[in-house]
């Protein structure tokens, strides 16, 4: 919504996945796009037909499913299945400038994270650190994901400060899954300067942090 996702979810049981990201914020997803990268089925359309989005788009439709989803004026309907991405560059203007940058391709793994703290993540603690970053980096900076397994439970976009983007994951959390908040995991885009947005999180709830 507005550029920033209101939940991001990968769990492996697909209805849950949609679950889980629309219960990350289920007062934001109103009138946003909602993203599937699989074939949706009238199972999962009969669930997406319960919210108001302007736009779905999946890797294929079935034809029991498109049939649900068309009952909605006004939708419209992408199906991505021959889409493909070649990195595409990114122009962001100013006046008479421009400035030419290359897109975010890394997918953050194992392989190129450094852990910093004398106490080690566990296996299920990393496998939530690393959904989370990878979420991170499509939430506008400063930009703080909070995540429990692989779904978001809250997430600050946008904010002046590290501190406030915070303050407002742990609101959202608070409001929508306050079950879920002990023993999550926290993403930020970038360091933290001071320690008061890293005791905020902590005081929530967060168990780990990745940066």
Same mark, same amino acid.
């Given at each position: ?11 492996? @049981? ?9 219960? +990350? @914020? ?30 779905? *788009?999946?890797?294929?439709? @079935?034809?029991? #499913?498109?049939? =649900? ?13 021959? /889409? ?6 990114? /122009? ?15 997918? *953050? ?20 650190? $690393?959904?989370?970053?990878?979420? +991170? ?6 930009? *703080? ?9 809250? =997430? ?16 959202? #959390? ?27 999180? $902590?005081? #929530? ?7």
């Amino acid at each position: 919504k507005h550029a920033n996702p209101c939940g991001v979810s990968k769990e492996r @049981d697909k209805l849950k996945s949609f679950k889980s990201a629309i219960n +990350c @914020d289920p007062i934001s997803v109103f009138g946003g796009i909602v993203s599937f990268n699989f074939k949706i089925n009238k199972k999962l359309a009969e669930q997406i037909n319960k919210f108001y989005f302007e736009v779905i *788009i999946a890797n294929g439709f @079935d034809k029991d #499913a498109l049939k =649900i989803l068309k009952k909605k004026k006004n939708i419209r309907l992408i199906d991505a299945i021959n /889409f493909k991405n070649n990195g595409n560059y990114a /122009f962001i203007f100013y006046k008479e400038a421009f400035m030419y940058q290359s897109p975010d391709n890394i997918i *953050i793994n194992k392989k190129n994270l450094k852990v910093v703290s004398k106490k080690k993540p566990t296996k299920k603690q990393l496998d939530s650190l $690393i959904f989370a970053m990878n979420t +991170c980096k499509y939430v506008k900076s400063n930009a *703080i994901v909070l995540a429990k397994d692989k779904s978001t439970i809250g =997430i600050g976009s946008g904010q002046p400060n590290r501190v406030d983007s915070c303050e407002l994951a742990i609101v959202k #959390a608070r409001k929508f899954q306050p079950e879920k908040l002990l023993n999550c995991v926290a993403a930020s885009d970038a360091f933290f300067s001071f320690t008061d947005g890293v005791e905020k999180l $902590i005081q #929530a709830g967060v168990n780990a942090i990745i940066q």
